[in-house]
Structures are given as structure tokens and as C-alpha cells.
């Protein structure tokens, strides 16, 4: 079992250096965030239920700015920025693994999209960690 359990960390580690060096291009084209390609281990606007969700859909200008400045003082990392996109990265404490963040405003509201870069799964992580952002930012 104790084989098992370091073969485990040892994989789980080795993900996360993966993570850590993959170049991700922007997932912002044509004026839209591209749809996640799978909700285990990506979680975007159109997930997003409840009071939460009539926030984002009339959500403003300053709205996205206090996303933004809530993911520079938690320490995300900033990938990329322009007048209504932003791409910024979250790593995790324990393995290293990296997932991208971006959000857009545009007369839709704001819109977000939470990826793992790497592993099937997530559990539930990008979900998670968009709903704190959100309300403690918004």
C-alpha cells in the first residue's frame, strides 16, 4: 500500500511540474470565451446558477474591475489583459497543478470560463473557486 501511495504522489507531482510548463494559449476568440470542452474539470458561465448568476448577466465595467483587482490581491498571476478580457492563472498549494482563469465583460454581463490544465477531473475545483471569487469580489 505504501508503494501504491508514494507511485501516487510521485504522479500527482509530476502533473503539476506538467502544469506548471505548458504555454496555454487565451481561450478569448472572435469576442467570446470558447465553451468549455468538458465540465469535469472546467467550469464557466453558463454553469452558474441562482443570484450569482443575475450578477454576472448585469454586471458592469467596475463589476470587472473588482474581479480583477480581487484576483491581484489573492495572488493569481496574470497571463494576459486588454480593455474587457483578462487571463490569470491559479496554482495549487500542494501539487503545483496550474488552472487558467478569464473573465469578459461585454453587454452579456461578465462572462468567466475556469480550467485545469491538466487530469480528467477537477473535483470541483474551478467551480468552487469561481463562486469565492465572485462573491467576494462582486
Given at each position: 500500500?505504501?508503494g501504491i501511495v508514494i507511485a501516487l504522489i510521485i504522479r500527482f507531482v509530476m502533473l503539476g511540474k506538467k502544469s506548471?510548463?505548458?504555454?496555454?494559449?487565451?481561450?478569448?476568440?472572435?469576442?467570446?470565451?470558447?465553451?468549455?470542452?468538458?465540465?469535469?474539470?472546467?467550469?464557466?458561465?453558463?454553469?452558474?446558477?441562482?443570484?450569482?448568476?443575475?450578477?454576472?448577466?448585469?454586471?458592469?465595467?467596475?463589476?470587472?474591475?473588482?474581479?480583477?483587482?480581487?484576483?491581484v490581491k489573492i495572488g493569481f498571476t496574470k497571463v494576459q489583459e486588454s480593455d474587457n478580457y483578462f487571463h490569470f492563472?491559479?496554482?495549487?498549494?500542494?501539487?503545483?497543478?496550474?488552472?487558467?482563469?478569464?473573465?469578459?465583460?461585454?453587454?452579456?454581463?461578465?462572462?468567466?470560463?475556469?480550467?485545469?490544465?491538466?487530469?480528467?477531473?477537477?473535483?470541483?475545483?474551478?467551480?468552487?473557486?469561481?463562486?469565492?471569487?465572485?462573491?467576494?469580489?462582486?
Amino acid at each position: 500500500i505504501l508503494g501504491i501511495v508514494i507511485a501516487l504522489i510521485i504522479r500527482f507531482v509530476m502533473l503539476g511540474k506538467k502544469s506548471q510548463e505548458m504555454n496555454v494559449s487565451s481561450s478569448y476568440k472572435d469576442g467570446q470565451l470558447i465553451a468549455c470542452s468538458s465540465t469535469s474539470n472546467c467550469f464557466e458561465s453558463s454553469q452558474l446558477e441562482g443570484e450569482l448568476k443575475n450578477k454576472i448577466s448585469s454586471a458592469t465595467a467596475e463589476d470587472f474591475k473588482k474581479v480583477k483587482d480581487h484576483l491581484v490581491k489573492i495572488g493569481f498571476t496574470k497571463v494576459q489583459e486588454s480593455d474587457n478580457y483578462f487571463h490569470f492563472t491559479a496554482k495549487s498549494s500542494l501539487f503545483g497543478f496550474v488552472d487558467d482563469v478569464e473573465f469578459l465583460i461585454n453587454e452579456n454581463g461578465l462572462q468567466f470560463r475556469s480550467a485545469s490544465r491538466v487530469g480528467k477531473s477537477d473535483l470541483g475545483a474551478n467551480k468552487k473557486r469561481i463562486i469565492t471569487i465572485l462573491e467576494q469580489a462582486l
